[in-house]
């Protein structure tokens, strides 16, 4: 078949020519290897000339090159996107199908691992210089436990429970106005504030440490339950937030985060010297926090229980297979 480019650059000067061979990435194979064919028909040594199939790899190899641009641009757009929302956070919801919101919330997983291998570097820096061993969490494994299904068993309960209750106590309010999911977030954080105190006379000691989580869990969602049924009937008292919703999600947002974080602090066994870098060890924390809200405020609550209960039962996994 006739290349359609060929009469054409019949007419066009050498320089010109040369242009079109040395910017594989502007221009179809068929006007390269056109060009190509022209120029070497003009100087009459072929050899001068790269092959038109050398040309397709050129192409090929351009075409590679701008995907990998494309993608770096596009992973760097999530992490610049993340933070532009951490600094002015708002309630913006996108609209788009399930499999983008699958898609979103693994691509912000991995903006938050490379955030938190960040977020390590001055833990590892202040180990080097100031002879302080970096903390270990707490494991809630029990250490009588030596078979692998309850361990997994276990590890499971645990992971889905804190991402459920943590969510709704620290993410579940944010975004939008809702009035139900105001009295939501007040019921489960007054229920758990309550059973803290008074749990402990009412939660039997089990043999197993599954039955006590269940029991402990089902506790603080019947304390929760009675109060949400008596918050139902009081939604006026709810009009000056829902006018004041604005300056209230964004104080709602840095000061759930920083509890959040501060929370997680009883749950690594520390020294009085190791307390002195409490900032550092709730860093990770902060930015889990901060990940987690925006990923509930941009497609879902849903998506930022999921995603909580990805890296809790992940952390959990290595922990106890270490």
């Known amino acids: 078949m006739a290349n359609f480019f060929s009469e054409k650059y019949k007419k066009k000067a050498s320089t010109e020519l040369k242009e079109i061979i040395n910017s594989p990435d502007l221009y179809v194979k068929e006007a390269i290897i056109a060009a190509?064919?022209?120029?070497?028909?003009?100087?009459?040594?072929v050899s001068e000339i790269n092959n038109p199939n050398e040309i397709v790899a050129e192409k090929d190899k351009a075409n590679s090159s701008k995907k990998?641009?494309?993608?770096?641009?596009?992973?760097?757009?999530?992490?610049?996107?993340f933070l532009k929302f951490v600094r002015k956070p708002d309630s913006h919801r996108l609209q788009t199908s399930t499999k983008n919101r699958i898609l979103f919330t693994l691509r912000l997983y991995l903006v938050g691992l490379l955030l938190l291998i960040i977020a390590i570097i001055p833990s590892l820096l202040i180990q080097e210089l100031f002879a302080v061993e970096i903390p270990e969490q707490i494991n809630y494994i029990p250490?009588?436990?030596t078979s692998k299904t309850d361990i997994f068993l276990t590890t499971l309960i645990i992971s889905i429970i804190a991402g459920v209750m943590e969510e709704t106590q620290f993410r579940l309010i944010l975004g939008k106005f809702n009035a139900t999911y105001f009295n939501v977030f007040i019921a489960i954080n007054l229920g758990y504030i309550i059973f803290k105190f008074v749990g402990p006379y009412f939660v039997v000691n089990f043999e197993f440490y599954n039955s006590f989580l269940l029991q402990y869990i089902a506790y603080v969602i019947l304390v929760s339950l009675s109060i949400f049924l008596v918050l139902r009937q009081k939604n006026d008292?709810?009009?000056w937030f829902k006018r004041n919703w604005i300056k209230v999600n964004t104080f709602l947002f840095y000061t759930l985060a920083f509890i959040f974080a501060i929370l997680h602090l009883p749950t690594f066994d520390l020294s009085m010297k190791q307390l002195a870098f409490w900032p550092l060890i709730i860093l990770p924390f902060l930015i889990y926090a901060f990940l987690f809200s925006y990923i509930r405020i941009r497609i879902g609550f849903i998506y930022a229980v999921l995603l909580h209960f990805i890296i809790d039962l992940a952390?959990?996994?290595l922990r106890n297979i270490v």
């Open 36 to 45: 190509k064919e022209e120029l070497a028909n003009r100087i009459n040594d």
């Open 315 to 317: 952390v959990l996994s």
């Open 68 to 81: 990998f641009i494309k993608k770096s641009k596009k992973s760097f757009r999530y992490t610049k996107s």
């Open 237 to 239: 008292s709810l009009l």
């Open 143 to 145: 250490e009588y436990y």
